[in-house]
């Protein structure tokens, strides 16, 4: 598995766990959804992403995210 599909699955997984937990927790858990779409904006807009940093000393490679 490659950085870019990890970010992605990680993303995908993080939203819908908050979006869950909100519902069935405490609604308070909808701001980690509007954390994890911040995040994601400010990586598309400067190309910064901490995650990536992370993931590169942990070895993993960079590669397509799609075919």
Request: hydrophobic fraction near 55%; include cysteine.
């Amino acid at each position: 598995m490659n950085i870019e599909r990890i970010v992605l699955l990680v993303a995908g997984f993080m939203v819908l766990a908050s979006a869950i937990l909100s519902v069935w927790h405490t609604p308070e858990w909808i701001y980690l959804t509007g954390f994890v779409g911040a995040n994601l904006m400010f990586s598309a807009m400067t190309g910064f992403c901490p995650m990536v940093l992370i993931l590169r000393k942990l070895g993993f490679k960079h590669g397509h995210s799609f075919k």
